[in-house]
């Protein structure tokens, strides 16, 4: 299975509200990053947090690291219809790969 | 415009056949990494590659091969394509930031 795994897979919400998705890894992880994908379009990076964090805040963006729970939540608050896409969590284990989850798709409803 | 450069950014091939796929990384970017993203699935690391040598591999069939050169601009060289072959490719290179991805190529074998 993926080193990476999102949940929900998917989470449908109204503009205004906001959006928490999670992010679950099975080995030790020099940093874990968060990106967002259009609808067939490349990902974008948003967030890294290293290791040796807890918590990062990027705008509307906040993220949390958990090491001892291996796992990791990013919630968007105050979503936007903008912000509907996919969002991956992707973990750096010190190889020379990263490794991406399968994504959470968020709907966000105007 | 992230910076990561993909061509083409469509491709529509018979089975059977050849495609190579091109990526010029991010200026000041040695790592050049490929993905496969095949209708709403997750990313599947491919190969990568640094400064011309390739560090890691990852589900990469035999078919598909790969290389970078002197410049670091790199190629996918995908053959006897078969229908599951299609997919999203998508090349990303990494700096301490994170990756940069590059539009894609998006791969239709007929």
């Known amino acids: 299975s993926q080193q990476g795994e999102e949940d929900p897979q998917a989470l449908s919400i109204q503009e205004g509200e906001n959006a928490t998705m999670n992010c679950s890894y099975k080995t030790s992880i020099n940093n874990l990053q968060w990106y967002r994908q259009n609808s067939g379009r490349g990902l974008v990076h948003l967030i890294l947090i290293r290791s040796n964090e807890r918590e990062k805040h990027s705008g509307r963006l906040r993220v949390t690291l958990d090491t001892s729970k291996k796992s990791s939540s990013l919630l968007i608050t105050a979503s936007r219809a903008a912000d509907t896409a996919s969002y991956f969590c992707?973990?750096?284990?010190?190889?020379?790969?990263?490794?991406f989850g399968a994504g959470t798709r968020l709907f966000v409803k105007a | 415009d992230s910076g990561v450069t993909q061509t083409p950014k469509h491709l529509i091939t018979a089975t059977g056949q050849r495609v190579t796929l091109r990526c010029s990384p991010r200026s000041g970017d040695l790592s050049v990494y490929w993905y496969q993203q095949s209708l709403d699935q997750g990313l599947q690391f491919l190969i990568q590659y640094y400064n011309g040598e390739e560090r890691a591999k990852g589900n990469i069939l035999e078919r598909f091969s790969a290389q970078q050169f002197p410049d670091l601009h790199s190629e996918l060289n995908l053959s006897s394509l078969e229908l599951g072959d299609s997919a999203l490719y998508f090349c990303?290179?990494?700096?301490?930031?994170?990756?940069?991805f590059g539009s894609g190529t998006r791969l239709t074998v007929v």
């Open positions: 990303a290179s990494s700096g301490h930031y994170g990756y940069t």
């Open positions: 992707a973990t750096d284990t010190g190889g020379f790969k990263t490794i």
